[in-house]
Every structure is written in structure tokens, then in C-alpha cells.
């Protein structure tokens, strides 16, 4: 019997970083990015940004919906256009160049950070004024799913549909696909959750 678990995050801002990635590497300044102009407070509004192990999908706030999509299709030079309504196809190695998804959330608190470059931390060189924040990395293989080929597609291309919706009118919703390739820690008695890449 799993038990469905809800956590409660502060996002501060997300970013689109180019030509995908699996892990983020906060401190690689070849990675070309796009940070979005998040509003904090609609972002965190309402039931606030939860993490939510029975959502299977991501939900975001409405108000960075345009912009999202102008960042992504700037990231892939126009040559697919982001969709919830419409299927694109890609083979593997295209699937691994769509942007990644970056979701910088506040540090429950101060801590000293460690001599060596920590994977999931935003660090000095990311965010000098919040270094201890965690960065979500959220690679195109975990928010696009894929559907088998269908008659008259390339060979070795399948078709994917984004599952990342911008429909929140208050808050946002961070399911179980932006998890994949994380573990995951829930501290439900005290309100917190870790993220580490695996």
C-alpha cells in the first residue's frame, strides 16, 4: 500500500536550459540558458507549489505559459513547437537535445556548503545570493512521453506529447515525472523533502 505524500516548496524561479542534458551543472557557464520571468508570489500562491507523488504529471502556473513557450522555441531554433494538444516526432538522440527544465526552489535553511561542486545545488557561480537553493533538473525524457511509431513515421522516431501544463490559476503542482531520476525523500512529520540525482 503506497501512500500518496505532499510537500510544500518555495520555487523562486525556473529556467530552459539548451540542448537538453540529463543532470544540471550549475557551475558550467558553456550552458546557454533563458531564465523565465517568474511572479514569486502567483507562483507560490494559493495552496502554494507542492510535490506531489500521486500527480503523475507537472501542472505550472499560467501567468509564464507564453513565455515558456517562446524560451523553448528559441531553444530549439523553431523546429518543434511545445504543445499539449499536438504530438511531434523525434528519435532518441533529438529527444536528448529538447531543453531541460530547471526549477530552482528555496533551501529549507543556511547551511555551509560543501568544498566540492554539489549536483543539485544552485552553488556560487549559479545563484551567488541564494547558493544553497535546490535546482530540479527536468530533462525532456521525463516530461515528454513517448507513443510507438506509427504507420508512415521515420524509422526509429516515435511521437511525444509534453506533459507539463501551465492551467494553475494559484500554485503549481510538481508530479511525478519531474521526480524520474531523483530520489526522492519525503520528511512528512516535519514537512520537508530532499531531492538527489540518481
Known sequence: NIKRTLIQVIVKRIYIQHNGDRYVETDRLDQKMQKLDVDVVEMNSGKGVIIDSGTTDTY????IAEQFKLAWDTATEGRWKFSNDRSIELDGEQLLRLPTI???MAAYGEFALPNEKTSGLAGEEFDPNSPQD???AIPASNYMEYAAP???VGQGKGTYTPRIYFTEKQGSV???NAMQGHNV???RENGRVGFAES
Do not use: E, N, R
Open 102 to 104: 530547471l526549477i530552482q
Open 174 to 176: 510538481i508530479g511525478a
Open 134 to 136: 535546490i535546482i530540479l
Open 185 to 187: 525523500l519525503f520528511d
Open 60 to 63: 505550472l502556473h499560467a501567468s
Open 150 to 152: 506509427q504507420a508512415g
